[in-house]
């Protein structure tokens, strides 16, 4: 949905204006900004459906954390 789109393009680009993010893997940030936007529009299917890729994705849930936790500190 548009939504989660914008709303994932809106992190990604909100982690590229801080280098305390440069730290995190391109596939960390990805999925993160997907796992974000999904949770944040309330559709938990997809939000869960992110989270079980996430072994694919070589990710887990620290690292997710962790980079969601960066962006929302530079936001502040």
Do not use: I
């Amino acid at each position: 949905p548009e939504l989660l789109q914008l709303e994932g393009m809106m992190l990604l680009e909100s982690s590229m204006m801080s280098s305390l993010c440069l730290h995190h893997r391109p596939s960390v940030m990805a999925l993160s900004a997907l796992y974000w936007a999904c949770t944040r529009a309330h559709e938990k299917e997809s939000a869960q459906s992110r989270l079980e890729s996430m072994g694919e994705w070589s990710v887990n849930h620290q690292q997710l954390c962790e980079f969601v936790q960066d962006v929302e500190t530079q936001l502040e």
